[in-house]
């Protein structure tokens, strides 16, 4: 099958993207425009690109905003009290169903990798238990990742580092970690030796829940970076969150930054979920509570937006639409010049991928799965000035899915 017509990103010229089986065949620049054969899809000079990612979500706790309460302070530490009386209530059947019903919205908006973090602070690990079977039953609509979350702390929870421990047995992808919200900073700083050691040990990615505060005083960014560094194991950890970075003054910074670069972390921020959970202890001037994105990535890091909440404890709103994460973290980080607009898709798809150490799973070549999304737009400013649909989504080389577009019709002109 092949796609024609085809704008790809960073290049000039329409395209020809061709796939035999579960693999991209071929690709090539057309002289002009072309007419389609029976089969081939037009993609009249609309742009092609790899899949969206999802670098960063909780499907465990996706849709159960209000219940049994809603987080009426808006901050991350009554989300996680919510969650906890949420969390008494989850049946393997409700878990399973959350998850599939937001997977199906996140591929409707053309993401088909994902992240999830899944809360293992739970003597009976039931929604890990849970999340490993819908990573087998998505297949179909997108790759999972399985973060072992520690939702309430490894050092601070009873029993958090043997359940790091079995759920690493029971199967996850990454080791994760959350050092800020542990009783003391010695814990924070032990829980991120221990989360390494058991990430080496293991051959699992790391993806830490790193400084998600206001407190500029939180500084275990630095003692996940250097254990990254001296492990060299830069590429496979990912900080996210980072927002007391936002808070950091800049003489911290300029020497923080010089680690961060030789450590070759990845970044991953949630700037809707920031912005409302985070400034929540300020009157005014209220800071954003987000981390330095543009600084980060203007000094050559590699960073991404993720959503984090689709209406859960934390965050009430969300549809699965990472576009919408995008046009707000460009605003939020003050990142709408032209040059940061002309590859805004950029941070919510290969620097993703390269987060998640998608490495040749991942985007437009020869030889790698025709995975494609087809997006109503034909560049990245357009796509996410106008929040721009997946029009075709194709996994495995099989259409998955389409979209009609919208008709508008004024009456009487
Ligand atoms: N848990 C947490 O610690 N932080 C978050 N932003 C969410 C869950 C959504
Ligand atoms: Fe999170």
């Given amino acids: ?66 219940e049994p309460e809603w987080n009426m302070s808006g901050t991350l530490f009554e989300g996680i009290e919510r969650w906890a009386q949420r969390k008494e209530t989850i049946t ?43 990573r087998e039953e998505a297949r179909g609509l997108i790759d999972l990742q399985i973060v072992a979350f520690p939702q309430e702390g490894i050092e601070s929870y009873a029993g958090g580092r043997e359940l790091m421990e079995r759920a690493v047995e029971l199967g996850v992808d990454v080791v994760g970690g959350i050092p800020h919200f542990e009783n003391t900073r010695e814990q924070g700083v032990s829980s991120i030796l221990f989360l390494m050691d058991l990430a080496e040990r293991s051959g699992c990615l790391v993806d830490v829940h790193c400084d998600e505060t206001d407190d500029p005083n939180s500084r275990f960014l630095e003692v996940l970076a250097e254990q990254a560094r001296v492990r060299g194991m830069g590429s496979r950890v990912t900080a996210s969150h980072t927002t007391a970075m936002g808070s950091y003054d800049n003489a911290y910074c300029f020497k923080l930054f010089r680690l961060l670069k030789l450590s070759g972390i990845n970044f991953i921020s949630c700037p809707t979920e920031s912005i409302h959970l985070q400034g929540r202890f300020d009157s005014y001037p209220k800071r954003r509570g987000v981390t330095r994105v543009a600084e980060l990535d203007r000094a050559g890091m590699n960073v991404c937006f993720g959503q984090d909440s689709i209406k859960d404890p934390w965050y009430p709103l969300g549809n699965g639409n990472i576009l919408r994460v995008l046009d707000a973290g460009l605003h939020i980080c003050h990142m709408m010049g032209f040059e940061d607009l002309a590859r805004s898709l950029d941070l919510v798809t290969d620097n993703s991928a390269r987060a998640l150490n998608l490495g040749d799973r991942y985007g437009i070549a020869v030889g790698r799965p025709a995975n494609l999304v087809l997006l109503d737009a034909d560049s990245d400013y357009e796509a996410v000035r106008r929040q721009a649909k997946a029009r075709v989504s194709i996994r495995g080389g099989k259409v998955l899915m389409t979209r009609v577009p919208e008709r508008v019709e004024f009456m009487g002109l």
């Fill in 1 to 66: 099958m092949k796609i024609i017509n085809a704008t790809l990103r960073k290049t000039s010229g329409l395209h020809t993207v061709s796939w035999e089986g579960e693999r991209i065949s071929d690709i090539r620049v057309q002289a002009g425009r072309v007419s389609a054969e029976p089969g081939d899809i037009d993609a009249q000079s609309q742009l092609l690109i790899a899949p969206l990612v999802e670098p960063h979500i909780h499907l465990d706790a996706t849709l159960t905003a209000g």
């Fill in 92 to 134: 393997h059947e409700d878990t399973k169903l959350r998850a599939h019903t937001t997977i199906r919205m996140l591929a409707e908006h053309g993401i088909q990798h994902v992240r999830t973090h899944v809360d293992i602070t739970d003597p009976t690990l039931g929604a890990l238990k849970s999340m490993i079977e819908v």
